[in-house]
């Protein structure tokens, strides 16, 4: 029988689940009845848990097996709706306590912006600058809050905006916050998307807000993903459901990165207050 790779412990919570993404890991594909060989599973079994974890970014599936999740393509946006629902509404609420009222807010484009979207609910008198068409078509009825969008092509993909129309529309502002998710980050603190050109969006974003949170549940933490777009030296703050690696955890606390973790369920309590948009870069924390 094979013997297993050494794998880090807690990525999914689940042994077995942690021993096939190892073996995969190792190897890059193996079939369905390899994999059920070497756990000790039936082969149905397998096929449940392959199809779990693809389901979370972990593994890709393909007829009669699996394999490391692609780099270059990104999951169905109507896999990725569905996928990590209570961390993301979690990371969501946490984010809204965060955001002051009367302040202007960058959003970017994604499922987890979309929950941030609709936790805004709980705000008074924004003016949100998003590349997000969903997250606008979520937020415009507000008569409180300034919808604005910039015109450019639109990414089938996430409903992101994206094009030199876009980049020269986010130019034109200055934000208190951005609020943005991403693909991967590395323990290196190297933070990944799937598509150049929202990168290049993105990047502007970051250089025109006051502040930048990141929403990224645990999954981010193990993604494959090739386009680079920051390090967590660039960010102020990162929340997500379940502690980082331990690489990761460490550098983020050198860099003074807060740190808020906001179990699924948690809620908004996890969050402090709402800070002034006069607030300096907040120090290192990590919410009960």
Not at 124 to 150: E, G, Q
Request: net charge neutral; hydrophobic share 45%.
């Amino acid at each position: 029988m094979d013997t297993l790779p050494d794998l880090a412990p807690g990525i999914t919570g689940n042994p077995r689940y942690d021993k096939l993404l190892a073996m995969i890991g190792a190897r890059g594909h193996m079939r369905i009845d390899e994999l059920a060989a070497v756990l000790g599973v039936s082969t149905q079994t397998v096929r449940r848990d392959i199809r779990k974890l693809s389901g979370e970014g972990f593994l890709s599936r393909y007829h009669g097996g699996a394999a490391q999740p692609s780099s270059a393509i990104n999951a169905a946006l109507e896999q990725r709706e569905v996928a990590q629902v209570a961390e993301k509404r979690a990371i969501a609420e946490a984010i809204a306590a965060r955001i002051p009222d009367r302040s202007t807010v960058f959003l970017s484009s994604g499922t987890t912006i979309e929950f941030v979207a609709r936790a805004l609910d709980a705000r008074s008198d924004l003016r949100i600058v998003t590349t997000s068409l969903r997250a606008a078509t979520l937020l415009y009825a507000r008569r409180d809050f300034d919808v604005m969008v910039p015109g450019g092509r639109l990414r089938p993909q996430n409903c992101g905006i994206v094009g030199p129309s876009a980049e020269d529309f986010l130019r034109g502002f200055r934000a208190d916050c951005l609020v943005m998710s991403i693909g991967a980050i590395d323990p290196d603190g190297t933070m990944l998307e799937f598509d150049i050109n929202e990168v290049a969006i993105m990047r502007i974003m970051m250089a025109n807000a006051k502040q930048v949170y990141v929403a990224a549940d645990h999954t981010k933490f193990h993604a494959s993903v090739s386009v680079k777009l920051a390090t967590t030296a660039q960010i102020d703050a990162l929340f997500t459901d379940a502690p980082p690696p331990g690489p990761l955890a460490a550098l983020l606390e050198q860099q003074q990165v807060e740190l808020v973790v906001v179990p699924a369920g948690a809620g908004p309590r996890a969050a402090p207050a709402p800070l002034s948009t006069a607030d300096a870069r907040p120090a290192v924390l990590q919410a009960p």
